[in-house]
């Protein structure tokens, strides 16, 4: 028999890899408590509404034109709630500043990455694009590493029954040693600090199913880190960087267009094909490991998951299938190393207490198909639970059509 409660649909419109696209999800499971949050979403083109592919970076009128004809798509759903992921940094995150013009809420930050981006009201855009559909308390902007990492988290806490019987069975045997629940222990295993490396470099914390937030942006891609010199092979740092205005941030050391540049002045200072791929690899680990590095000394996460193309680069034999990422972890290992009263040095740092599994990595790559997507629609499904509007609670199914 039909559910006679309407259906409560969420949307978003996210912009990765030269793209446009918008999705939508019916919310079905609300346990009153955000973190809980489940959707009707396979992350199949059941949830698409639209998708727009640029071969080159779009113009500024080009981007505008083709979000307003997602958002028009997104409003024959009628959906609850409404998000839009910016890749460029945004003046406001804070929904209470929602409103009053001197608050920048939604408007984006001149970028030289993301220029099309560059000081487009995204709010007001979708507010005008969706007027009389959505309330406009009910449409969010957030920076797209947020919500990648809110998408990791509920993916991951969504899909506990991938965990193995073995792991279940520790889980339990820790929650009664500790006095705490299972899900309790579940979630702090997977609070996740998101960390993007790509065109740009860039993370977020999402814990207990909310995004850590301060005022303003979390911006990794200006920090500096230290130069490497890795004395075992021979190889010493001298690449000035290719940030116009920092030269050696993180930004102009370890992005796809630093590290294409580094390629390109090895193949013409005569070094092998093998040789070039070693020395690559060798860059991405040792800043990847102090970006992580930063990250735990700051939030303590319990999970730190690397994303983006330059972790993902399928010609690697260093890719997601290979060693990197392995690597890396094993070198933060190494870094955060502690010294017990006998003097044995331990390269499992002290606070990882939930290693549940033999071979658990504290540093991992993204197990959520399309973490942006997801975080999206999670976070639009979190705003209209958190003002109460959720009707329709009924148990998970399996895919869901948007028809």
């Given at each position: 028999?039909?559910n006679s409660?309407?259906q409560q649909?969420?949307?978003?419109?996210?912009?990765?890899?030269r793209?446009i696209?918008a999705?939508?999800?019916?919310?079905i499971?609300?346990?009153?408590?955000?973190?809980?949050?489940e959707?009707?979403?396979?992350?199949d083109?059941?949830t698409?509404?639209?998708?727009k592919?640029f071969p080159?970076p779009?113009?500024q009128?080009?981007?505008?034109?083709a979000l307003?004809?997602a958002?028009?798509?997104?409003?024959k759903?009628?959906?609850?709630?409404l998000v839009?992921?910016?890749p460029s940094?945004?003046?406001?995150t804070a929904p209470?500043?929602?409103?009053?013009?001197s608050?920048?809420y939604?408007?984006?930050e001149?970028?030289?990455?993301?220029?099309?981006?560059?000081g487009?009201?995204?709010?007001?855009?979708?507010c005008?694009a969706?007027?009389s559909i959505?309330?406009p308390m009910?449409?969010?902007?957030?920076l797209?590493?947020?919500l990648a990492?809110l998408g990791e988290?509920?993916?991951?806490?969504?899909?506990k029954?991938?965990t193995?019987e073995?792991?279940?069975?520790?889980?339990?045997?820790?929650?009664?040693?500790?006095?705490r629940?299972v899900d309790?222990?579940i979630?702090?295993e997977h609070?996740?600090s998101y960390?993007?490396l790509?065109?740009?470099i860039?993370?977020?914390?999402t814990?207990q199913?909310?995004?850590?937030?301060?005022k303003?942006?979390p911006?990794?891609?200006?920090?500096h880190p230290?130069?490497c010199n890795?004395?075992?092979h021979?190889f010493?740092d001298?690449?000035e960087?290719?940030?116009?205005?920092?030269?050696d941030?993180f930004?102009g050391?370890?992005t796809?267009?630093?590290?294409?540049?580094?390629v390109?002045?090895y193949?013409?200072?005569?070094?092998?094909?093998?040789?070039?791929?070693?020395?690559?690899a060798l860059?991405?680990?040792e800043?990847?490991?102090?970006?992580?590095?930063?990250?735990?000394a700051?939030?303590r996460?319990?999970?730190?998951v690397?994303d983006g193309r330059?972790?993902?680069d399928?010609?690697?034999e260093m890719?997601p299938d290979?060693?990197?990422i392995?690597?890396?972890n094993?070198q933060?290992?190494k870094?955060?190393a502690?010294?017990?009263?006998?003097?044995?040095?331990?390269?499992?740092?002290?606070?990882?207490?939930?290693?549940f599994?033999?071979?658990?990595?504290f540093?991992?790559?993204?197990?959520?198909?399309?973490?942006?997507t997801?975080g999206?629609l999670?976070?639009?499904?979190?705003?209209i639970?958190?003002?109460?509007?959720?009707?329709n609670?009924?148990?998970?199914?399996?895919?869901q059509?948007?028809?």
């Open positions: 028999m039909p409660q309407p649909i969420v949307a978003c419109v996210v912009y990765t890899d793209m696209e999705s939508a999800a019916q919310v499971h609300n346990s009153k408590k955000i973190d809980h949050i959707l009707g979403w396979s992350g083109d059941s698409r509404l639209y998708r592919t080159t779009p113009k009128d080009e981007l505008v034109e307003r004809e958002m028009s798509e997104v409003c759903k009628r959906p609850a709630s839009l992921a910016s940094p945004l003046k406001s209470s500043e929602r409103g009053f013009d608050s920048g939604g408007v984006t001149a970028s030289g990455l993301f220029p099309a981006w560059s487009l009201d995204l709010y007001a855009l979708a005008d969706c007027a959505i309330d009910d449409i969010h902007v957030q797209d590493v947020a990492s988290y509920h993916w991951r806490l969504n899909h029954e991938l193995s073995t792991t279940r069975q520790k889980q339990k045997l820790y929650a009664a040693r500790v006095g629940s309790q222990v979630f702090d609070s996740v960390v993007k790509s065109s740009d860039n993370a977020a914390l814990q199913g909310v995004l850590f937030e301060g303003g942006n911006y990794l891609s200006m920090l230290h130069r890795i004395i075992d021979g010493n001298d690449f960087g290719d940030c116009s205005l920092h030269n941030c930004g050391m370890l796809q267009r630093a590290l294409k540049r580094r390109e002045i193949r013409s200072d005569g070094l092998s094909m093998n040789e070039i791929a070693l020395r690559k860059v991405i680990v800043y990847a490991v102090q970006l992580c590095e930063i990250l735990v700051a939030h996460p319990s999970l730190i690397l330059v972790v993902n399928r010609d690697s890719g290979g060693l990197l392995s690597a890396i094993d933060l290992y870094r955060l502690v010294i017990d009263a006998d003097g044995n040095v331990s390269l499992k740092p002290s606070y990882i207490q939930h290693n599994d033999e071979g658990f990595r540093v991992q790559a993204a197990s959520c198909p399309n973490p942006l997801y999206a999670a976070h639009a499904a979190n705003i639970a958190a003002a109460g509007k959720i009707v609670l009924g148990k998970r199914s399996g895919k059509s948007m028809e």
